[in-house]
């Protein structure tokens, strides 16, 4: 009894300046043993500890997005004041003219030579997709801020140290919860305050998921060491109820982070979505569980997102069932390339940005199906009607191409409006995004996009036009670029496009439209060393680009810089679509001389002497540069379309910047640029 006594007594706990020792504790008697373990998670002093750092990581969580916020704030006041100097008659107002107005253009010009570069496989073999720098750096300087949080001044000397380690490491990852909600959501505070709508916001949510993974391995990591250097596991697994809790918790959390990996996601997005949602309850339910009695003030980690995820999805519902109170009526065309029109009627959605997207159900064609779709109209007096362009794939856009196809055209206005002639209820969740900045407020406008890519960039071109109908714009020029297949594919917006065209010229703005058709199979995949015999159009649309394997050095070469990345027949906002564009060194292709060209358009075309048709891809780098040579202010970019596509540009568009040392001493003005794609 007395050598227990003594043992005791050379047993520190964690609020004693001794360190923790096993000395003089003989750990086969299983009572010492069970008092050495309890004082070996004895961690009252640590959880005060922890619950200080999850503070602190959330103090710096709370600096960055209120920088964000006023990055945000100082680009709409910038613009805001371009649109009315352009009312006020100023001769350049999109460029900067004072001493700061020059300062802060000069520093976002260097932080968007930075930012904008994207190096990323865009082959359909790959499913890895890399980040723009911009998103990496972020994620980086997010890594090592929590890195550091872990492991500063928690060097406790002893049998404690691990003990230490892990629960500074719990908390962090508890403390994770709440972000990772605020970045989920539809309707969420950060989107608010930053101007960064939720699509653009989901990959810092699966990022900030797999950190939570990351503290939660640490965690558990350091705990079973430190208590397994002892010779202590068995012993606390038999006797707490916290590893059993904490597995549970970590295998769900595991689940969660593997299934989103795009292979496992794209599977089924439907099953996904209900999966994640049962399984975060799960998770939620099993951490709740698993916190220790010594730290239940932690729990505020996770009723405060409960409460961030209800408020969500009562927003949601609520405007959803404002938006449906009155169902919309769909119309379905069936267009070229397997593409369709959906033209929406609805009574409740008066006003959106150009540019948004909302979430599409029509359930007679898709049961409990809500598919992306951009909006490809603006709203205006005679017209609220939303469009939109869908390229069928499987499942749901599968279903609505086909019921388009068997549809019978109606003979009067009264047939056009009944059930029997393409009309199908409609469900509409949104509108969301259009986050990007008002491309009317620019001096020069270059809009590219690939195949139903163009539901975006013809958005924004139909508001400028339409703004600069009412009163005066920054604008000077417009070019829009479209890279297709087919070039029948224009039939899609052929409307909006001459529209556009007309009113901008009505009112000075110059405007080019051109359309680059690349027609066959090794512009848009990799030939695998197999080269195409020639043209893969379907001749009996009329004549096309035919464009071939070189055959003879002298012939003109299609531009392959970084452009040639370009072109793919990937549906943008598709079911499924990851953006499939082979952005890898292909074959040199030439234009044919002798080969029937696109540009042969006949008179009664609608588009002839609107649209300039093109063979091939389109060079991204001469025509931004182009572009910038006669810009008077600051030009904005947008592309929408393949991963490749958007990758090309936006590493073009930092390339030319640094080239021409915009804002720096050079002579040429700054480019903000904007890249849309939205991917399962």
């Keep these: 009894m007395d050598t227990d006594m003594n043992s005791m007594e050379n047993i520190a706990g964690a609020s004693s300046e001794i360190p923790l020792s096993d000395n003089g504790v003989d750990l086969s008697n299983q009572t010492q043993a069970m008092d050495f373990l309890e004082d070996i998670l004895d961690d009252a002093d640590f959880q005060i500890d922890g619950n200080a750092f999850a503070r602190y990581f959330w103090y710096g969580i709370v600096v960055v997005i209120g920088i964000a916020a006023i990055c945000n704030v100082i680009q709409k006041t910038t613009l805001q004041q371009r649109i009315r100097a352009a009312a006020a008659k100023s001769a350049s107002p999109a460029r900067a003219t004072s001493l700061v107005g020059k300062l802060i253009c000069t520093v976002t010009a260097v932080v968007r030579e930075v930012t904008y570069v994207q190096i990323t496989p865009a082959r359909q073999a790959f499913w890895v997709k890399v980040p ?29 140290h691990y003990t230490a380690l892990s629960v500074r490491a719990g908390w ?15 309707n969420n505070l950060v989107g608010l305050v930053t101007g960064a709508s939720y699509e653009r916001l989901n990959v810092l949510h699966r990022w900030v998921a797999r950190m939570l993974l990351l503290l939660a391995t640490l965690h558990f990591g350091y705990q079973s060491y430190g208590w397994n250097q002892y010779g202590l596991m068995q012993l606390e697994w038999s006797t707490d109820d916290c590893p059993p809790t904490g597995i549970a918790t970590y295998a769900i959390l595991l689940w969660m982070n593997l299934s989103t990996l795009a292979p496992l996601r794209n599977l089924s997005y439907e099953f996904f979505v209900v999966q994640h949602f049962l399984t975060f309850f799960g998770f939620i339910i099993a951490v709740m569980y698993h916190l220790p009695s010594t730290a239940l003030y932690s729990r505020v980690y996770i009723w405060i997102p409960i409460g961030l995820y209800l408020f969500d999805r009562l927003v949601r519902s609520l405007r959803y069932v404002y938006n449906n109170a009155h169902p919309g009526k769909a119309s379905l065309t069936a267009m070229e390339g397997g593409t369709t029109r959906i033209r929406v009627s609805v009574k409740n959605i008066g006003k959106w940005k150009a540019g948004a997207h909302v979430l599409l159900s029509i ?13 490809a109209s603006i709203p205006s007096f005679e017209n609220s009607d939303l469009v ?23 003979r009067t206005k009264q047939e056009a409006k009944s059930p029997a002639f393409s009309r199908y209820m409609a469900l509409i969740d949104g509108p969301y995004g259009g986050s990007q900045a008002d491309f009317a407020a620019f001096d020069t406008v270059l809009l590219f996009a690939g195949s139903t890519g163009v539901a975006f960039t013809i958005a924004l071109l139909q508001d ?50 051109k359309v680059f058709v690349t027609c066959d199979d090794p512009f848009t995949h990799e030939s695998e060393g197999k080269e195409n015999s020639g043209c893969q159009c379907d001749k009996s649309l009329g004549p096309c680009c035919c464009i071939r394997p070189a055959e003879k050095p002298g012939n003109e070469e299609v531009s392959r810089s970084t452009s040639d990345a370009s072109a793919e027949q990937v549906d943008e906002k598709s079911e499924g679509a990851d953006s499939r564009t082979d952005i890898t060194a292909a074959p040199a292709y030439t234009v044919t001389q002798s080969a029937p060209c696109c540009a042969n358009r006949t008179t009664a075309d609608p588009l002839h002497g609107i649209v300039a048709f093109k063979p091939g891809r389109p060079p991204v780098y001469d025509l931004i540069w182009e572009a910038l040579d006669k810009a008077q202010g600051e030009t904005g970019v947008a592309t929408c379309g393949p991963l490749g596509l958007n990758a090309a540009v936006r590493t073009t568009v930092a390339k030319i910047s640094d080239e021409r040392a915009m804002h720096k001493g050079g002579s040429g003005q700054g480019m903000y640029m904007h890249a849309e794609g939205f991917c399962w």
């Design 388 to 410: 939109f362009i869908l390229k069928g794939h499987n499942g749901f856009t599968k279903n609505l191409l086909k019921s388009a196809k068997s549809s019978s055209l109606p």
């Design 172 to 186: 962090l990852a508890v403390a994770q919860v709440p972000l990772l909600i605020l970045l989920a959501g539809k």
């Design 464 to 513: 400028i036009a339409h703004r600069s109908s009412i009163h005066p714009l920054p604008v000077h020029r417009v070019e829009f670029i479209w890279v297709v297949k087919n070039a029948t594919w224009t039939s899609w917006v052929a409307e909006e496009l001459s529209s556009s065209f007309f009113k901008l010229h009505a009112v000075g703005i110059e405007v080019e439209i």
């Design 363 to 375: 359930p007679r064609l898709g049961l409990a199906q809500s598919h992306p779709a951009t909006i």
């Design 132 to 160: 723009p720098f911009g998103v990496l750096i972020l994620l980086l300087a997010y890594l090592g801020f929590v890195l550091a949080l872990e492991y500063i001044n928690n060097d406790v000397p002893g049998a404690q």
